[in-house]
Structure formats: structure tokens, C-alpha cells
């Protein structure tokens, strides 16, 4: 059983950085496809980024282009999300989750491909 976990939400002012972190106990990332995404209570969840595991080749969605990035920490066995240049709208709590092989190129963003997900870290962004 895949159990995921994410850490590093918190309060940030705009034009700050977070950095997220998902890890995971008895299984190794670095076979999973891991996806971040985040959702604002009353809203659909949003994909937001996706590192695939076959070729760590990465997706992110237009609103945080330039702005996000992904990795990998295998060492760590985490995959992060790099928060830069934060906005009021980036607030949500933000979950990872498990696909396999590569993010799928049109599906990337739909949750319903992913098996295993985490219970969410909360970010604010607030002045």
C-alpha cells in the first residue's frame, strides 16, 4: 500500500516561495509518476504539475509556468514542488499523487488516473 505524505504548506506573503516536499514510507518514488495538485474548498481539484518516473520528463499547468518547479530527491525518496513568485490564487491545500511510467500527455491533469494519494498541505498566501 502506496501512503503518501505532504509537508511544507504554511503562510506566505505574495511574491514568496514554498517549497513542497511528498514522500513516502516502504515504497520507492522514483518508480511513480507523482503529480501535485491543489484544490480550493468548493472547487474542482486543479492538476498542477506531473514528473514522470521512466524519463523524469515534466508537465505544469499554464497558471504556474515559469513559476513552479518539480523534482526529484531520490536520495530522499521525495519529489518537491518549488514554489516561486507566489500569488493569493495559488492558495489551496495541495496533494501528491501516484500514476506509473510517464505523466500521461493529455490525461496528466485528470485525477482519475492516479491510484494513490496523499491527505494535503495547506498553503495561504496572504499579506
Known amino acids: 500500500q502506496v501512503q503518501l505524505v505532504e509537508s511544507g504548506g504554511g503562510l506566505v506573503q505574495p511574491g514568496g516561495s514554498l517549497r513542497l516536499s511528498c514522500t513516502a514510507s516502504?515504497?520507492?518514488?522514483?518508480?511513480?509518476?507523482i503529480g501535485w495538485f491543489r484544490q480550493v474548498p468548493g472547487t474542482e481539484r486543479e492538476g498542477v504539475s506531473c514528473i514522470s518516473s521512466a524519463d523524469s520528463s515534466t508537465y505544469y499547468a499554464d497558471s504556474v509556468k515559469g513559476r513552479f518547479t518539480i523534482g526529484r530527491d531520490n536520495a530522499k525518496n521525495t519529489v518537491y514542488l518549488q514554489m516561486n513568485g507566489l500569488k493569493p490564487e495559488d492558495a489551496a491545500v495541495y496533494y501528491c499523487?501516484?500514476?506509473?511510467?510517464?505523466?500521461?500527455?493529455?490525461?496528466?491533469?485528470?485525477?482519475?488516473?492516479?491510484?494513490?494519494w496523499g491527505r494535503g498541505t495547506q498553503v495561504t498566501v496572504s499579506s
Open positions: 516502504g515504497v520507492n518514488l522514483a518508480n511513480y509518476v
Open positions: 499523487a501516484t500514476d506509473i511510467i510517464r505523466c500521461r500527455r493529455s490525461l496528466w491533469q485528470d485525477t482519475r488516473v492516479y491510484d494513490h
